[in-house]
């Protein structure tokens, strides 16, 4: 079992910076792999960023990639979102995943096991 609770969401405006964070609990944080998907109001829950659970490997949506970086310390059992060079598009409510699945990653979120509650992420000027 993994407890997930995001924070560090918030109000920026355009081309500033946030950085999220994913504080996890259970004895097991460490066997998971870890993600960060978005929902923007009517649309589906899109796929962010995943890591490895060594952290080694990196994954990223082509409308992130070069301004997102995930990355996880498992001593501190967090995950982290750094998000530059933020746009209005990048505007939702952003959720941490982990799951056990045995492929690299995954951008689907029904692979994941357990799930955040979402923090708030509002890009405007």
């Known amino acids: 079992q993994v407890q997930l609770v995001e924070s560090g969401g918030g109000l920026v405006q355009p081309g500033g910076s946030l950085r999220l964070s994913c504080a996890a609990s259970?004895?097991?944080?460490?066997?998971?792999?870890m993600g960060w998907f978005r929902q923007a109001p009517g649309k589906e829950r899109e796929f962010v960023a995943a890591?490895?659970?060594?952290?080694?490997?990196?994954y990223y949506a082509d409308s992130v990639k070069g301004r997102f970086t995930i990355s996880r310390d498992n001593a501190k059992r967090t995950v982290y979102l750094q998000m530059n060079s933020l746009k209005p598009e990048d505007t939702a409510v952003y959720y941490c995943?982990?799951?056990?699945?045995?492929?690299?990653?995954?951008?689907?979120?029904?692979?994941?096991?357990?799930w955040g509650q979402g923090t708030q992420v509002t890009v405007s000027s």
């Open positions: 890591i490895s659970r060594s952290g080694g490997s990196t």
């Open positions: 259970g004895r097991t944080y460490s066997n998971y792999k």
């Open positions: 995943a982990a799951g056990s699945f045995s492929a690299a990653y995954s951008y689907t979120p029904d692979y994941y096991n357990y």
